[in-house]
């Protein structure tokens, strides 16, 4: 195991021991609340984290046809499994390689593949601020009422949501940004050891802004992934509403503080999300529905959501990569 993959491990076993004292008592609570849950519901939420690599699928369809043109939904769909496998067997940090590799395999070169890959992560990343702004406009006073003593820490997350779009932006479009921080890098390596490292990034940002501009062409067409995204997310936003069904809360209440939910575990440095989006889910959750019911809730949500595409993934993975070693060529 690479050593810079040891952190992640040992974040993620401090996460599950903070886990534990939290609810250590209450296991057998929660274990009951997940036996009780109706198979049509489980059921029920599989199939939206079904639909959330599916309509993935379709956005790899919509970027990926402006590069190569026999590139198919099932192609796509394909891509979204492959991913999903590797975003959870390597904690977040190999996601956009297994993109880039299966593009590449596709017939798609590696820079028009990185630029799919960074184009579609601002995208939605600005679909989960929408979605969270969203919550904000239409449901200020339900928010307020269950959420108001943490409204400065909402707005404050929000915010930085909204700076980080800014700047994944700014990476994918902007020479001055680029020439900015290779600026920077060249006044914090005085002793010019790191010259080459800053040329290949100023090398690779120029191939970045070219490839993105192929392929924001079209507004109409940016627009159009958007709501795809939007689409996708709300997949995995109605997951809580299907589980818990809480008291004065209805299903577009619910998948508001669920966009809330991953726009602040989204800022929070951890693997994968993993432990930022349990602890904001249980702790927004159980001022809703209760402790018990909210740490249950998380757990099904964390298996259709993480599990389950996992599981899809793997076998892609297995098929993909014997039919690459047969055939010993793309495609």
């Not at 769909?77 to 395999?105: D, E, H, Q, W």
């Not at 601002?122 to 679909?127: E, F, K, N, S, T």
Request: charged fraction near 15%; charge should be positive.
């Amino acid at each position: 195991m690479k050593k810079n993959n040891w952190w992640k491990i040992i974040f993620i076993v401090i996460v599950l021991i903070i886990l534990c004292l939290l609810f250590g008592d209450s296991f057998f609570s929660i274990q009951k609340e997940i036996s009780d849950t109706a198979g049509q519901t489980i059921l029920g939420i599989c199939l939206c984290g079904v639909f959330y690599n599916l309509s993935e699928g379709l956005v790899y369809v919509w970027l990926a046809r402006r590069h190569q043109n026999d590139f198919h939904y099932r192609d796509g769909i394909a891509c979204s499994y492959y991913t999903a496998f590797y975003r959870t067997v390597t904690l977040g940090s190999g996601t956009a390689a297994a993109t880039v590799y299966f593009l590449y395999k596709k017939g798609i070169q590696v820079p028009e593949g990185v630029a799919i890959c960074a184009v579609q992560y601002v995208l939605q990343r600005i679909a989960v601020a929408v979605f969270g702004g969203a919550g904000f406009l239409f449901c200020g006073p339900y928010m307020n009422r269950w959420f108001g003593e943490y409204r400065m820490e909402l707005i404050l997350g929000y915010g930085l949501t909204a700076v980080i779009c800014l700047v994944l932006i700014l990476a994918c479009v902007s020479e001055r940004f680029h020439r900015t921080l290779a600026w920077l890098g060249r006044k914090a390596d005085r002793k010019h050891k790191y010259e080459d490292k800053i040329m290949q990034m100023e090398g690779k940002g120029m191939l970045l802004r070219q490839e993105t501009a192929n392929l924001m062409k079209d507004r109409r067409d940016i627009i159009l992934v958007l709501l795809m995204e939007l689409v996708k997310l709300g997949c995995w936003y109605v997951i809580p509403y299907m589980i818990l069904h809480p008291a004065g809360s209805g299903i577009f209440e619910t998948a508001c503080v669920t966009s809330l939910i991953l726009m602040l575990a989204g800022i929070i440095p951890a693997p994968g999300g993993l432990g930022s989006t349990e602890g904001v889910f249980i702790l927004l959750f159980s001022r809703i529905a209760g402790g018990i019911e909210a740490a249950s809730a998380m757990l099904l949500y964390r298996f259709a959501t993480y599990m389950v595409p996992c599981a899809l993934g793997g076998i892609c993975v297995i098929i993909f990569h014997k039919y690459w070693k047969a055939n010993g060529d793309k495609g």
